[in-house]
């Protein structure tokens, strides 16, 4: 059971470190209760219970508001968490009437566990809240109850030794107390957006935390601290004597390496004497009658100096100290690792190769002055060596001279003996087409001819000479359509023009197919004469002219190098793939019996000798030249 409850009549100091100065545990208690009623609006009360699970009896330790007694509600909870073991909340109904709502109210209560061991619990009555918003609320009482335990395994689960104020040293208790704080604190940043809110969110947590005048905050520029940020100001102006006064103070710490109040302690050891003249100067001009400055450091190097300025007239506690190097220990290499990754591109290639430079100066890492020398050299080779510029085309090869095998009259497809890609040799019968009509015609063509020469011997016999003129002309067209039908017959193989390789046609899988006069059957090329066909890009055609040489590669044969002259630069553009292409023609010198029409593959076009750095980025300028001039008025 729970037993009565003695009220605390002393009022709760509004400070973050107000709980780790707490002179006894049952100051502590009540200031700790405080701070989590205050933090949750809606709260109506309170309560920190302690005790025994071996005993069983369990009294309140503190409670909130003051000079009240937990209600009913509220020890419910607390019972319960501690039968359990586990954080519960209760639903209750809200009082009825007019000028009530209806949304439910909830007791919440989490335990205090020190190993395995229960050792209490702590309780919240909420108001008009809903289910949501109270797991919430139970969720963070669960982180925070992180404090009380620090404290109860410190002091042996009794709680009634006090925690450790600023003038003793850190213990256990106290420093997970501070890491507790920092990580809240680095939570409350970490929802900013970007690095200066982040810097701002950061300064001013730690003022209202700390009750400071002002908190500012300046990282390490070209060697000197430039502010970036003050508490509770979005905006201020750098160049006011306030935030130089501010500024020279950080460099001052900075330039020590170490953590630098004004005015000294009482009592301080003299071997440990830091300069102190900026921040004076600083309390002269701003009338912060303590200030403290603490570096913040990354990879065992100041990259920031934190500055506390405040006007009373109490000196900075030691534990307040070590709480903000605590929280800059976790915050500040985030932040500047933000601050760096937020920089303009410019400002990041020049900090990357003053740390290469750095790294070369410095004994041992032989790598990178390896890497350095090679990179060196390398950069040296590119700017002035020399090389060949050529322009690089797609290439297609093709016959000097492609002759057409035509259909000679209107027919079918009987034979094909040869397709696109065989050799053949000059008068090679390359198709027949079909004959049969054309004999029959023949033979009744001949039949009447020889017919109408009989009736013409008979009429110069009867010397009837009306009948000689008809039957004569009738005999010489039939004579001609004989002598039409015998040609046809003559044409009725298609054969090859000349030696060479047959380019197009296939009519094997068309026999039997009807043609018409002047269809091209095949196309036959020469085999020991080509032509390289090239396309280039319109931003290569000013550099090209007749006569220059070149090499090519075909698709076939990728390990043997082919020469060419260029011949002729047609005017006419294709387009194609959104780019403009000239044709141009070229020779290609000396014979090869493996080289066939239709071979692709590609050409480069040597020009002359340039620098290897223009090469590589002419095309590039050339471009950002162009859509310069195209933007600017």
């Known amino acids: 059971?729970?037993?009565?409850?003695?009220?605390?009549?002393?009022?709760?100091?509004?400070?973050?470190?107000?709980?780790?100065?707490?002179?006894?545990?049952?100051?502590?208690?009540?200031?700790?209760?405080?701070?989590?009623?205050?933090?949750?609006?809606?709260?109506?009360?309170?309560?920190?219970?302690?005790?025994?699970?071996?005993?069983?009896?369990f009294a309140p330790a503190a409670h909130w508001p003051k000079g009240e007694s937990?209600?009913?509600?509220?020890?419910?909870?607390?019972?319960?968490?501690?039968?359990?073991?586990?954080?519960?909340?209760?639903?209750?109904?809200?009082?009825?009437?007019?000028?009530?709502?209806?949304?439910?109210?909830?007791?919440?209560?989490?335990?205090?566990?020190?190993?395995?061991?229960?050792?209490?619990?702590?309780?919240?009555?909420?108001?008009?809240?809903n289910e949501e918003e109270a797991r919430e609320i139970l969720a963070l009482l669960g982180k925070n109850t992180a404090w009380l335990e620090g404290l109860l395994a410190r002091n042996g689960s009794n709680g009634n030794s006090p925690p450790a104020n600023g003038g003793g040293s850190s213990t256990k208790g106290s420093e997970s107390l501070q890491i507790k704080g920092a990580l809240d604190l680095l939570a409350t940043i970490l929802q900013e957006k970007n690095f200066h809110s982040e810097a701002s969110a950061l300064a001013t947590e730690l003022s209202?935390?700390?009750?400071?005048?002002?908190?500012?905050?300046?990282?390490?520029?070209?060697?000197?601290?430039?502010?970036?940020?003050?508490?509770?100001?979005?905006?201020?102006?750098?160049?006011?004597?306030?935030?130089?006064a501010v500024e020279s103070a950080m460099d001052e710490a900075y330039d020590q390496e170490a953590i630098i109040r004004f005015p000294h302690e009482a009592g301080h050891n003299t071997s440990d004497f830091k300069i102190t003249r900026f921040h004076e100067a600083l309390s002269r001009h701003s009338g912060s009658r303590q200030i403290c400055s603490i570096p913040l450091a990354l990879d065992g190097k100041s990259v920031a100096v934190l500055t506390l300025e405040s006007m009373g007239a109490e000196p900075f506690s030691r534990q307040a100290v070590q709480f903000c190097e605590t929280a800059c220990a976790l915050a500040g290499p985030y932040l500047e690792l933000k601050r760096r990754d937020e920089r303009p591109l410019p400002w990041k290639i020049l900090d990357s190769g003053k740390s290469l430079y750095g790294h070369l100066r410095e004994e041992g890492y032989g790598a990178w002055k390896l890497a350095g020398g090679f990179m060196l050299a390398a950069i040296v080779f590119f700017i002035f060596a020399n090389g060949d510029y050529r322009i690089p085309a797609r290439t297609v090869l093709e016959g000097s001279v492609q002759q057409a095998a035509v259909a000679p009259f209107s027919g079918y497809i009987s034979k094909a003996a040869f397709r696109a890609g065989d050799i053949v040799a000059e008068g090679d019968i390359l198709c027949r087409?079909?004959?049969?009509?054309?004999?029959?015609?023949?033979?009744?063509?001949?039949?009447?001819?020889?017919?109408?020469?009989?009736?013409?011997?008979?009429?110069?016999?009867?010397?009837?000479?009306?009948?000689?003129?008809?039957?004569?002309?009738?005999?010489?067209?039939?004579?001609?359509?004989?002598?039409?039908?015998?040609?046809?017959?003559?044409?009725?193989?298609?054969?090859?023009?000349?030696?060479?390789?047959?380019?197009?046609?296939?009519?094997?899988?068309?026999?039997?197919?009807?043609?018409?006069?002047?269809?091209?059957?095949?196309?036959?090329?020469?085999?020991?004469?080509?032509?390289?066909?090239?396309?280039?890009d319109e931003t290569d055609i000013a550099d090209l002219s007749q006569g220059k040489k070149g090499e090519m590669v075909l698709s076939a044969f990728p390990s043997r190098r082919y020469s060419f002259v260029v011949e002729k630069i047609t005017p006419v553009s294709i387009s194609r793939e959104g780019k403009n292409f000239f044709r141009v023609e070229s020779v290609p010198q000396g014979k090869s019996p493996d080289l066939r029409p239709g071979m692709e593959g590609y050409s480069k076009i040597k020009i002359d000798r340039r620098r290897i750095i223009w090469i590589w980025t002419h095309k590039a300028f050339d471009w950002l030249r162009l859509k310069l001039w195209s933007w600017l008025p």
């Not at 400071?212 to 004597?241: D, L, Y």
Request: aromatic share 6%.
């Open 433 to 536: 087409l079909d004959d049969k009509d054309l004999r029959l015609e023949h033979s009744r063509l001949k039949s009447r001819f020889h017919q109408l020469e009989k009736q013409y011997s008979q009429a110069l016999a009867l010397q009837n000479k009306a009948q000689v003129k008809i039957i004569g002309a009738q005999v010489e067209q039939a004579r001609a359509q004989l002598a039409q039908v015998a040609g046809q017959l003559a044409k009725i193989s298609v054969k090859a023009p000349f030696k060479g390789v047959i380019v197009t046609g296939d009519l094997s899988q068309s026999i039997g197919a009807p043609v018409e006069r002047g269809d091209v059957l095949f196309q036959v090329a020469p085999l020991d004469t080509y032509r390289v066909i090239q396309e280039i």
């Open 70 to 129: 937990p209600q009913k509600p509220l020890m419910e909870a607390t019972e319960r968490s501690l039968a359990e073991g586990a954080g519960v909340f209760l639903k209750r109904e809200g009082p009825k009437g007019p000028g009530h709502t209806d949304i439910p109210r909830y007791a919440l209560a989490y335990p205090l566990m020190v190993g395995e061991k229960l050792n209490g619990a702590v309780a919240l009555d909420l108001g008009a809240s």
């Open 208 to 244: 209202t935390r700390l009750q400071c005048e002002r908190v500012s905050i300046g990282f390490v520029h070209r060697q000197r601290i430039r502010m970036e940020a003050v508490s509770h100001s979005a905006e201020f102006g750098k160049k006011t004597n306030l935030i130089r």
């Open 1 to 57: 059971m729970i037993a009565g409850t003695n009220p605390i009549e002393d009022s709760p100091e509004q400070s973050f470190l107000s709980v780790g100065q707490s002179s006894t545990a049952e100051e502590f208690f009540r200031r700790w209760l405080w701070m989590q009623c205050e933090q949750v609006p809606g709260i109506e009360s309170g309560v920190v219970v302690l005790g025994s699970a071996e005993t069983g009896r």
